[in-house]
């Protein structure tokens, strides 16, 4: 810690467009940045921007960004007072957050007690239920056995969904729609958590075909002050896979989203939460939202709120990290205008979204007024099939939803990406910015199956 | 790397620059005493790689004199399975594991590598002499080092 | 016009940055675009963004981007119904203005007879001050002979300026800091003024040597609406050409800033301004402002206030052009957090700031959050000596100024620009980053001479 | 031109813009003692890569055939001085100014451009035989489109 009680050396635990996002965010409050990294990203855009850099393992994330003694002898090697773990890997993990305090290294999220609790949907649940927040119907504890599943799914409905204790983001979830579904969708359920997670426990939700994905942005100091920065609406997705995020939630009622946000903090105060965090909430088309999981990191769609508030996120995560209380009050956010994210991915949606990595002959992305892109990309870099597909993140801002749309549509024109076997998902965004039921804002999180259906149809 | 590398290369003649990189790769090149394989040297923004074929001398130009027989097998480089701190031996003052001419055997361990008070011994993954030793002792190094250049016993 | 009284083709009669903002504005509004271009701006991105591109000669820019038959046949040609000027080349041309009037062809910008008034900086003087905005003690009407400048110089007192009638953008002045200096000056400025403009008129004023350049971005509709969106201060200049540029204008009263924009709405109002445009002032150390000129057209630095209001300035020009009212009053107007502008020249501070231009070998822009970069630059680029050496705007946004400015050295510290025989000003920007006067805002138009006097002493 | 050229652009010029970057790639190939099976050099944005096949030795050509002799002068071709609407005859139905064939002399008339109103006449630059002409009357030309070829007199 400097006398000014801001860190002396951050060590980035993440590689991509993030790592870069956070290397920047440091020199620009003057913090020196180590960058960990596999062998397969020696030459990445975080290791160039870097201080510091210190290979830490091969290519596949278990032996290199999962491997916490590899981070920590880094850590301690180039004398880090505080690791930004980004988000996926180990941002999540409470015993990675473990571990650095047991090193004296501040992690910059929040304390492992509350990841752990967080984490485990199942707990973050009745912990919300507890604070008064409304959730889908489900069983509350992990369900014990087949038998126990069909018992609850005869008192909650059909249809449902069965999601894994220890899953998030979108995965470890199997939709039953009727009781003929059940038992094959819970042992899938079951092995899917079990491989990806480590955890085969799951348990059962209420599944909305067509609701609206709303999550708000909060932050929490170490010193009891809690702010929303407003929602986003997710509700593009494919797969549970996010493609388009933007703010404000456009064509809901102002005060539904009001309660939303303030059930938020509630919530993230409930929780003991400090530093950045995301509760995510289903709308359905009744109006009324349930609580689904609280993203416990930064997150990947952040730029939305940044542009919408002028709120740097990265930096105010590293300041309550570093103790310092909130500079701002709820009454002092003022989000303007209307931003939307678009996630550009090197997946073939001719190819039902598979992966298409490769080396990128060409990589130039847009530019200009209120467009603002994300990205570790160069031209030449090889995209790596071991790690997640995105390539940048385009988001724009505009003073309305129209506008936004129009401007996006220009930007998204502009990105020119190519290479052998490169193939991008820009075409397909371009598709949805042009839907009428996108337009109008009628859409539900259906909208992305729809349109692949329609594909598929005669 | 540090950040005052790049701008301060950048700031020069980029001509002189990358004409300085590319005479430090023909100098790397032209001191190696085996045939090569692979060479890659990056400065800032500037990254250059040469690789030859596998079978270097079976495409030795035609007319050129026979490779020699007597020509050194590339070397075999054990390296850092982690980022850690390497040392020689096993304990301070003692003798180290291996010295320069020795012969290892397959699993016998030549270094041992601390990473979080965690001590991880570095062995042979094959038979040798052991030609180089890359690291000086209590080096910290990172994964994939090269810690010790072997030559490997099938090649003797 | 379209239905909705939207032109449906603008021509862009310029090159470089500015062209690329105008014609992504326009593919953001839905209307076409033609690029018309020099041989030597062939590949340029504007060339390459815009709908369709016309050749319309050399290099030289009297025989290409200022032909004005060339450019009205590339209109009548392609359709266009409306024509931007970009800023330099035919943007304040009164003449043009008129040509496009007769063709039939709106002029984005001010009516001919307004540009006519204020180019001539005599009337536009006289104007302003029957319009009760202060001036700075000169010479209303041009100088007959020397004998009159020295009576003038006389009555008004030393240092002064001699200023050529028809100029503006910091070109055609001469500074006599004392009587014996003032024949010299006085043939220079005029030879300098009949060699640039073809109109050898001079005035005098007095020179101000230590004083801070405000200007105000204002906008007028066709229906008597005008605001201003706030102020920029561009006191960091050499030679009177602007290095740096931002807003709000730090480290000065608000009732003064008040009331230099109140004086900037006011006199756009007298001149019967229509469109976008800057009206600049020098404020004195004592809290004097004085009006300067009318800079009747978009300006380089345009970025700035768009940043801080949000307002897209070029597209707020095309929709002025055709027809329609303001959609904002000035208490809509909330400038937001501070805003920086760096211009990177190709020009070597080493040598006196000598244009550097050449083949850019690498060019890699920064970019991230709260970044913004205007070019029309890309790797291979040939920068020609015959036209601007402005290669990049870096404009960054922060909540205050100082974190403006260390975002700011970040976003230059990643800027690579390189080839052979390409320098430019990112190192020397850094510097007046760096200078104590800057950073407290204490510093003057004489900023730069003194860095560059202190580099030359010992 | 369509926004969806910008592709084009980074292979605009690429003699002058690798230059640079061409000569330390030949340099380092210059260097290599034994046939090389990849080189790539990476500067900024610009990334160059030569690659030679496994057995590089075999592709070499064998005795190719000399460059023909008998290649045709390059014509010398009269442009549009300014953008505008080209005729090639004085007026409708009126006989051509110059047909394919014809021989001009330096300074006649072969075309007449319009632009705003306002009729340029297009004269040969110099003498020669009109090899081809390559507009149809009344076409919309920019600045620098090529009008007329022709076999300059001093090559025929």
């Known amino acids: 810690m400097t006398a000014h009680g801001m860190f002396r050396t951050v060590l980035v635990a993440n590689r991509g467009e993030i790592a870069l996002r956070i290397v920047r965010a440091c020199r620009e409050m003057g913090i020196r940045s180590v960058a960990v990294h596999s062998t397969a990203d020696r030459d990445s855009s975080a290791v160039s921007a870097a201080d510091e850099a210190v290979c830490i393992g091969p290519e596949p994330a278990r032996d290199s960004y999962l491997n916490i003694p590899a981070i920590m002898e880094a850590a301690s090697r180039t004398g880090a007072d505080a690791i930004h773990p980004g988000y996926g890997f180990l941002s999540e993990d409470p015993d990675f957050a473990e571990v650095c305090d047991k090193e004296g290294v501040v992690f910059i999220g929040p304390p492992a007690s509350v990841l752990a609790r967080l984490g485990d949907k199942s707990s973050a649940r009745a912990l919300m239920a507890d604070a008064g ?14 038998e126990a599943a069909k018992r609850a799914a005869g008192r909650i409905g059909y249809p449902l969904m069965i999601k894994a204790v220890a899953g998030g983001g979108g995965r470890g979830m199997r939709i039953a729609r009727e009781p003929g579904e059940l038992a ?35 932050l929490c100091d170490g010193h009891g002050n809690a702010v929303s920065l407003g929602e986003r609406d997710c509700t593009v997705q494919r797969r549970r896979q996010k493609l388009i995020e933007e703010g404000p939630a456009p064509g809901l009622p102002s005060e539904v989203l009001e309660e939303i946000r303030r059930a938020a903090v509630h919530g993230a105060r409930a929780a003991g939460y400090v530093g950045a965090g995301t509760v995510e909430f289903l709308l359905a088309p009744d109006g009324r939202f349930s609580f689904m999981e609280v993203n416990a990191r930064i997150q990947v769609e952040h730029p939305v ?10 930096q105010e995560q590293i300041r309550i990290a570093a103790g310092h209380p909130l500079e701002f009050g709820q009454d002092q956010v003022h989000p303007r205008g209307a931003v939307i994210e678009c996630r550009v991915n090197a997946e073939d949606p001719a190819r039902g979204f598979a992966p298409a990595p490769g080396v990128l002959a060409c990589f130039s992305p847009p530019a200009g007024p209120f467009v603002r892109v994300d990205t570790h990309a160069f031209p030449g870099l090889r995209v790596s099939p071991a790690y997640d597909p995105l390539l940048a993140k385009v988001i724009v801002w505009a003073p309305d939803r129209a506008r936004a749309i129009g401007r996006m549509r220009r930007a998204l024109a502009e990105f020119r990406v190519s290479g052998p076997g490169v193939a991008t998902t820009t075409g397909f965004l371009r598709r949805v910015l042009d839907d009428p039921s996108f337009r109008d804002a009628t859409h539900s999180t259906s909208l992305v199956d729809e349109l692949l259906k329609a594909d598929s149809g005669d | 790397m540090t950040a005052a590398d790049p701008d301060r290369l950048l700031a020069a003649d980029p001509d002189r620059v990358l004409a300085a990189v590319c005479r430090s790769m023909a100098d ?21 790689e040469m690789e030859w074929p596998r079978e270097a001398g079976r495409a030795a130009p035609a007319g050129g004199e026979p490779p020699s027989a007597a020509q050194p097998e590339a070397y075999h480089h054990l390296c850092a399975p982690m980022v850690g701190t390497c040392y020689l031996a096993p304990e301070p003052g003692a003798k180290p594991f291996v010295g320069e001419g020795d012969l290892v055997e397959a699993g016998q361990q030549v270094a041992i590598l601390e990473a979080m008070k965690l001590m991880t011994p570095v062995e042979a993954d094959r038979a040798g002499r052991v030609a180089l030793i890359l690291v000086s002792d209590g080096t910290r190094v990172e994964y994939g080092t090269p810690l010790i250049a072997l030559i490997p016993a099938d090649a003797s």
Chains 1, 3 share one sequence.
């Open chain 1, 133 to 146: 927040l409304p959730l889908l119907p489900g069983s509350m504890a992990p369900l014990a056995s087949m």
């Open chain 1, 184 to 218: 094959a969708a819970y042992t899938e359920a079951r092995g899917e958590a079990q491989a990806l997670f480590g955890d085969g426990r799951v348990y059962l939700e209420r599944f909305l075909p067509s609701a609206r994905h709303i999550e708000v942005q909060i």
């Open chain 1, 305 to 314: 709120t940044e542009m919408l508030t002028g709120v740097d996120l990265v």
């Open chain 2, 28 to 48: 790397l090149v032209a001191v190696a005493r085996s045939p090569l394989r692979r060479v890659s040297l990056r400065v800032g923004d500037i990254a250059v």
